[in-house]
């Protein structure tokens, strides 16, 4: 069965530090990647999206990139850490051409200070 | 870009009553509809998808939902609420034109009063 495995669950980072939550999926091949954040009354903002090695589209502009650097493996980075990017974060995968449902990530709670 | 309208962000009610969530996304072409569930504290979990067929899905815990392709529309309904039913609840929409990449509404939170 397909697995998904998302960390650290918490990370309290200060101002100005890099960033990075990794995410892996066992279990199936060639699935398509997801990092969301979810914030209180806004649902899932869809930041990055990956459907095979290297291949990452950015939503939305902000201070994290994304990378895939094996087939069922998403990292989610940033160099340095503002304030705003506190958040839930959340990795998720679906099975190639999207027509299966998406299974998700513990989630990272990532604190900013 | 495509994107997916929640219209209700947060919903109360008695339990027993019926319950209709809205959503709606803003482009044509073939997509796959979901709605997503999340109970406090847990994560989110699959409640029904539409893929093809028949319009009128049902899905876990008594909910269904219509998709009406003419009114680009995938509303969730359940005849009588529970109090577990106290909930977040997300639409999510796959375009095929758009590479399938998965995009949710703003989330309804529903409670529901015992």
């Known amino acids: 069965s397909q697995t998904i495995h998302q960390w650290p669950a918490t990370l309290v980072q200060p101002v100005g530090s890099p960033l990075s939550l990794e995410c892996t999926v066992e279990g199936t091949s060639n699935p398509n990647l997801y990092w969301y954040r979810q914030a209180a009354g806004r649902g899932l903002q869809l930041l990055f999206y990956s459907v095979g090695i290297g291949q990452i589209s950015s939503e939305v502009p902000q201070n994290l990139s994304a990378s895939r650097p094996q087939d069922r493996q998403f990292i989610l980075s940033s160099k340095k850490l503002l304030l705003s990017d506190s958040g839930f974060y959340l990795c998720?995968?679906?099975?190639?051409?999207?027509?299966?449902?998406?299974?998700f990530g513990q989630g990272t709670r990532l604190t900013v200070v | 870009a495509q994107s997916v309208s929640q219209h209700n962000h947060h919903v109360i009610l008695s339990e027993a009553a019926s319950l209709e969530l809205g959503c709606n996304y803003s482009?044509?072409?073939?997509?796959?509809l979901f709605w997503y569930v999340q109970y406090p504290g847990q994560h989110l979990q699959l409640l029904l998808k539409?893929?093809?067929?028949?319009?009128l899905v049902k899905g876990i815990k008594g909910f269904e939902a219509e998709f009406i392709k003419s009114k680009f529309s995938f509303n969730l309904r359940k005849p009588s609420v529970q109090w577990s039913d106290t909930a977040e609840y997300f639409c999510?929409?796959?375009?095929?034109?758009?590479?399938?990449?998965?995009?949710f509404g703003g989330g309804t939170r529903v409670l529901v009063k015992p």
């Open positions: 539409y893929f093809s067929g028949d319009p």
């Open positions: 999510a929409v796959t375009l095929k034109a758009a590479g399938n990449k998965l995009t």
């Open positions: 998720a995968w679906s099975g190639p051409p999207g027509r299966t449902e998406a299974f």
């Open positions: 482009y044509g072409g073939t997509v796959n």
